[in-house]
């Protein structure tokens, strides 16, 4: 398995301001992705961070609002930009890979006044 | 796209067993999994099943699947107050990415 931390693990940020997230993995992962989970909602993946390169954005997000970096095997940020109340959310990064399990970080939750 | 439906709420007397839902519509879902997240935690898997089991029982948790109807449940025997939590249900076929269920609040009450 992988433990996995992310830091702040929660933080409360005025609106128009941007706030970077990250994540650290305690062993090297193919995969990393970033999820957010409303409140009283299910996961929605974000995107993939792909090391190296460009993440891969699911439908609704844009890399404006939404960058990500990867760069190594074991560590990833992403930023929410432009920070808006409709963003307050728990923001959880994952590592895993296809035949494994998934395993999260504690995730972390912003408030956006 | 693939779905992953879970009843919302399920409520239970502490030593009684649960059993949560769960139905999923990919018939290709490879792996089959089980999530716990505790109030301002983040998720734990607690289990999973591969695609060609019908069931894996892990201490006080027995995880059914029936593939024909792409059913999956979770019996937790002689629940306690700290299995109070959210329960998620996941599925990942093809792809590298699991879908998930939007989770079942258990509720233990003395």
């Known amino acids: 398995s992988a433990v996995i931390s992310q830091k702040p693990s929660r933080d409360i940020c005025q609106r128009g301001t941007s706030l970077t997230i990250q994540c650290q993995v305690d062993?090297?992962?193919?995969?990393m992705f970033w999820y957010r989970q409303q409140p009283g909602q299910s996961l929605t993946l974000i995107a993939t961070?792909?090391?190296?390169?460009?993440?891969?954005?699911e439908s609704g997000f844009v890399i404006d609002k939404f960058p990500i970096s990867r760069p190594n095997l074991t560590f990833s940020t992403l930023t929410v930009s432009n920070m808006s109340p409709e963003d307050s959310s728990i923001y959880l990064c994952?590592?895993?890979?296809?035949?494994?399990?998934?395993?999260f970080g504690p995730g972390t939750r912003l408030t956006v006044l | 796209g693939e779905d992953v439906e879970q009843s919302l709420f399920l409520s239970v007397r502490e030593g009684d067993s649960s059993v949560i839902n769960c139905t999923y519509t990919?018939?290709?879902?490879?792996?089959l999994y089980w999530y716990k997240q505790e109030p301002g935690a983040g998720l734990q898997l607690l289990t999973y099943?591969?695609?060609?089991?019908d069931m894996k029982q892990d201490q006080r948790l027995t995880v059914l699947l029936n593939k024909k109807d792409k059913h999956l449940s979770l019996r937790i025997a002689d629940t306690q107050t700290g299995d109070s939590a959210i329960y998620f249900c996941?599925?990942?076929?093809?792809?590298?990415?699991?879908?998930f269920g939007r989770g079942t609040s258990l509720i233990v009450h003395p």
């Open positions: 994952a590592a895993g890979g296809p035949n494994v399990e998934q395993f």
């Open positions: 062993s090297q992962v193919t995969m």
């Open positions: 961070a792909n090391q190296g390169s460009e993440a891969t954005y």
């Open positions: 990919d018939s290709s879902s490879t792996y």
């Open positions: 099943i591969f695609s060609n089991m």
């Open positions: 996941a599925e990942k076929g093809g792809s590298y990415i699991p879908t």
